[in-house]
């Protein structure tokens, strides 16, 4: 269905959309959304808005949740009447949203009565859907899973998991896999943010946020480079303009485009796609160039940053305009804002994860922050906004083909670390796994084939995956497939499979766009409104969520459906051995207590049951800018206890707000770096010099904490005698008392050492981040200056082509560079924001934003259906929309819409009465191959199309 500005609202209610823009606007608080809604614009200025008046005398019961949307993680109060939900208001005294929402956020209440949801279990047959029973459901499906295990070994079925799940189910669903015995599990932070965890992770010591939206408010200034946080995360911005109205914050825009936060920026910069490791080396040009580094924080916490200021020679002003098309006196200004205006942050989204040099990025951006000296520090730091409410979450849990539960890895110590968690025998494990060996690893220890070549794992020439078969049987346990690139390819894979499973309270555009006639299977999935457990924000914060409603229809919550399959496949008793099920359904309370048991690494251990809910039922007592408890139980305490929560909940463990900041004890959420490289590199040593967090009695850099090092120094005597048992041999990731960590952090250390960040990581394919020409590029004169990789054999079991992608010209025919991002309307995928009548009404059409200098040469107007044409074979039908927004020669795309393929419309192909209410084609089935060498990132901020009127 296309709605139109002529549709009057009667024909509006008729085809479901129930509502007019000027009813929907009336009748929300969408209206009094953003600073009014946060308060900043006083009290008197905005009224309550009341969608209904409620009929029914019914008692009211009120519940705390967080919204499903981006990993700001705001705050909701939901009311129900006899189990339906009637009412929601944004949650004014929760610490992160204030009483802010966005478009999403208001229109919540509709995702989980929606009628467009999947209703009981379906499959195709003959090209029709059929209606199942769950116990038919699981039997069925299991017994083809158990024959493709029998055939072809338990890594050809792939279980693709979700930055959907709450984290009890997100450790569930990995933990599930491991006991299939396959890493051939993923999510979607592998094409989200995995290049951010990869580069972080290797430069300071954990790949995540290190200070928080709120500490914003303390930041002079603030770089946004591939970020447009007003449309992806519109209530983070609110922490924004505080800092620039209280702090008079200088705020920077890098993009491609013109946004709507370069509309809020103080100063606004135009990039060349593909760009940003030359652009920030041209920043550090002049600041290494004026002597605005910060001298004194690279000699005590930083290692390499003369190896930078070698490779940062080769990139003068000339060099950096030619590269990035950003003229000296631009570059020397921001240098110049960024230096003047300290503590400030650097802000990054999939506009600078999603290249095939995204790592190179990440870790970029991370040296700027050092050589400024603006880590450790509140106001500072890399805050990265994630585009899922649970991507965070489901990351740390390890829905990961490289890691287990905590960034444990894939090694045996690992594995042993989880047996002994989940009292499951070691070899019982192993022996579930394939047996036999690839270039000398099993696969057991090696990374499983990631989400986004899955597409690879079907249609490659079996000789060449390293594993048993093909995939064969895939699970999208809430995944939307179009938010991958290479449609064409996928719609082959989907084909070519035994087997699809689509678990997810929507059908998905994985229902539709497969070109199959059966083999298809639809499970309904509660939505998270529908079960409760925790989910962690952005900033790293764990916010409990309350059951909102029962499950409606016939859905299932996915931590019993994953019990189900678990009793179909032979593992229930391993899976829950220490968790308490109730009918088919496992306790939430006891896998965060099991998770608690194990997750040393990162400091998931402080965070019981009890503490998260008191801090969900006491959102007042938390202060708006430093997230500090202040009175009630929860006094000094961060709020969501945000990890590193060191030790057991016993402890008390405050939680970190700011990440490596040793101005305060350890105790209170203090650390200096992660001491995780070793302690020596090439005569020079990796550990702090003459920094210590305060109260640390060692007073210097040191390594991280094994028991050995406690009796060193001495205090091997300040463990209990069982927690000296259980430490013996045992280090602070793998001590299941908490011991050591418990001594550590008594005599003022960080568990994981005290190290330097380094700007070097010798074990990735460029060791320093190098600027290289995207493998598809119109500027076929750099490509020899600056050339991709040569092609790899392997990476992540699969043959991965670079430099033969890239030898192909093809900007003769496709001359327009092709970026994509993300609407304020719509999440993700968009099958569950187009199924809502409040979002459809907002955005009824796919685009393409076409700079006029192109439309006017190719007769195009603005609202006119055109091709664009990707060079690769794909294409997609849109309207044009001409605009300032993107430069000349580059044309941008959102990414959330699907039904539509290569001009053709798939909406007969959905289960009756579940079509989105829009529908649209998928960028991605322009967008073509590339991946990251270290993650495989997959490549979608630029490639080249060429555009047509249809």
Request: glycine share 10%; with cysteine; net charge neutral.
């Amino acid at each position: 269905m296309r709605l139109t500005k002529k549709q009057t609202a009667a024909e509006q209610q008729k085809e479901g959309l129930g509502v007019s823009r000027r009813g929907f606007l009336k009748g929300t608080s969408v209206a009094a959304g953003g600073l009014a809604a946060s308060g900043l614009l006083g009290k008197g200025m905005m009224q309550k808005a009341e969608a209904q008046t409620p009929k029914s005398s019914a008692p009211v019961e009120v519940s705390r949740t967080i919204c499903t949307h981006c990993s700001v993680g705001c705050g909701v109060y939901a009311h129900t009447q006899n189990g339906v939900w009637t009412y929601q208001e944004p949650a004014f005294d929760h610490p992160i949203n204030k009483g802010a929402h966005c478009a999403k956020g208001a229109a919540l209440r509709h995702h989980g009565h929606s009628s467009r949801r999947l209703k009981y279990p379906m499959k195709l047959v003959g090209g029709n859907w059929q209606k199942m029973s769950w116990d038919d459901a699981i039997n069925e499906i299991g017994d083809k899973v158990l024959a493709i295990r029998e055939e072809s070994g338990p890594d050809s079925v792939y279980w693709l998991g979700s930055a959907k799940f709450n984290n009890e189910q997100a450790y569930l669903f990995r933990k599930f896999g491991s006991l299939w015995g396959t890493n051939n599990v993923d999510h979607q932070a592998r094409i989200c943010h995995s290049t951010t965890v990869a580069g972080v992770a290797n430069t300071w010591g954990y790949g995540a946020m290190t200070n928080s939206y709120n500490d914003m408010q303390n930041s002079k200034s603030i770089l946004f480079i591939g970020s447009n946080a007003a449309e992806a995360h519109p209530v983070s911005m609110q922490h924004t303009l505080i800092a620039k109205e209280r702090n008079n914050a200088q705020v920077v825009v890098v993009d491609p485009r013109f946004t709507r936060t370069a509309a809020k920026a103080n100063h606004y910069t135009r990039i060349r796609p593909g760009s940003d490791v030359a652009y920030i080396w041209g920043l550090l040009w002049h600041i290494f160039e004026n002597g605005w580094e910060d001298q004194q924080f690279i000699n005590q916490r930083v290692y390499g940053m003369d190896e930078i200021r070698r490779e940062v020679r080769d990139f003068p002003p000339a060099v950096v305009e030619d590269i990035t098309g950003v003229p000296e006196a631009e570059v020397y200004k921001v240098a110049k804002i960024l230096a003047e205006n300290t503590p400030g942050c650097i802000v990054w989204c999939m506009g600078g994860t999603q290249h095939t040099t995204g790592n190179n990025n990440t870790r970029a951006y991370c040296i700027l922050e050092l050589a400024l000296g603006n880590v450790g520090k509140s106001g500072g730091g890399a805050n990265i906004y994630r585009g899922h409410d649970n991507v965070q979450g489901a990351t740390d849990f390890g829905v990961l083909s490289n890691s287990l539960p905590g960034y444990y890895g894939l090694a045996e110590g690992s594995w042993r670390h989880w047996a002994r968690v989940w009292e499951v025998d070691y070899e019982w494990i192993e022996n579930r796994f394939d047996s036999a060996t690839y270039g000398g690893t099993k696969p057991m220890n090696a990374t499983g084939i990631p989400v986004s070549r899955w597409v690879d794992g079907v249609l490659e020439d079996s000789s060449k995956i390293q594993q048993n078969d093909n995939i064969r049987a895939m699970f999208y346990w809430g995944h939307a497939v179009n938010s991958q690139t290479r449609g064409p390819d996928m719609r082959e894979a989907m084909k070519k499979l035994d087997m699809m499973v689509i678990v997810d309270p929507y059908p998905t555009v994985a229902a539709v766009m497969h070109d199959r006639n059966d083999g298809v299977y639809l499970l309904p999935a509660c939505t998270q409104f529908e079960t409760y457990g925790s989910v962690t924000a952005s900033n790293r914060s764990i916010q409990w969520r309350d059951k909102v409603i029962e499950p409606h229809f016939e859905a299932k919550s996915d931590h019993e459906i994953m019990y189900l399959f678990a009793k179909k496949l032979g593992f229930a008793d391993q899976l829950v051995k220490n968790i308490q099920v109730n009918g088919n359904e496992p306790l939430i309370e006891d896998i965060v207590r099991e998770y608690n048991r194990g997750m040393w690494t990162i400091g998931y251990t402080g965070q019981s049951p009890e503490r998260l809910k008191y801090h969900q039922q006491n959102w007042h007592a938390f202060d708006f800018t430093s997230l500090r408890g202040v009175g009630t139980e929860a006094d000094g305490e961060f709020y969501g206890l945000p990890w590193p929560c060191w030790g057991t909940p016993e402890m008390k463990h405050t939680g970190t707000h700011v990440l490596y900041d040793p101005s305060i004890p350890v105790s209170r959420g203090g650390t200096g770096f992660r001491a995780n490289f070793g302690v020596e590199r090439n005569g020079e040593t990796l550990l702090a010099e003459g920094s210590a967090p305060v109260g640390n009695e060692i007073g210097d850099g040191h390594p991280e904490f094994t028991a050995d090092l406690l009796k060193q120094l001495g205090w091997w005597d300040d463990l209990t005698a069982e927690e000296k048992q259980a430490a013996e041999g045992r280090d602070w990731k793998t001590d299941l008392s908490g011991g050591i960590q418990r001594v550590a952090i008594k005599h003022g250390c960080a568990p994981f050492g005290n190290g330097k960040a380094r700007t070097v990581v010798w074990t990735f394919p460029d060791a320093i981040p190098k600027h290289r020409e995207p493998l598809y590029t119109t500027r076929r004169d750099l490509v020899a200056k600056y050339p991709t990789f040569d092609d790899f054999d392997s990476l992540m079991r699969l043959p991965t082509l670079y430099k033969s992608v890239q030898e192909r010209d093809t900007s003769g025919e496709f001359p327009i560079i092709l970026t994509s991002g993300r609407l304020v309307e719509y999440e993700g995928g968009g099958d569950e924001t187009r199924s809502n009548p409040w979002l459809a009404e907002l955005q009824q059409h796919m685009f393409v934003e076409i700079n006029p200098y192109n439309a006017n040469t190719l007769r195009i107007r603005d609202g006119q259906d055109v091709w664009v044409y990707g060079p690769e074979g794909g294409r997609a039908k849109v309207k044009a929309k001409i605009t300032n927004s993107v430069g000349r020669n580059v044309a941008f795309m959102p990414f959330h819409f699907g039904g539509e393929f290569q001009g053709e419309n798939l909406r007969h192909r959905y289960p009756e009465g579940s079509q989105p209410y829009i529908s649209g084609e998928a960028v991605n089935t322009v967008t073509t191959y590339g991946y990251d060498p270290v993650t495989l990132m997959q490549e979608t901020k630029c490639t080249v199309c060429r555009i047509e009127a249809a």
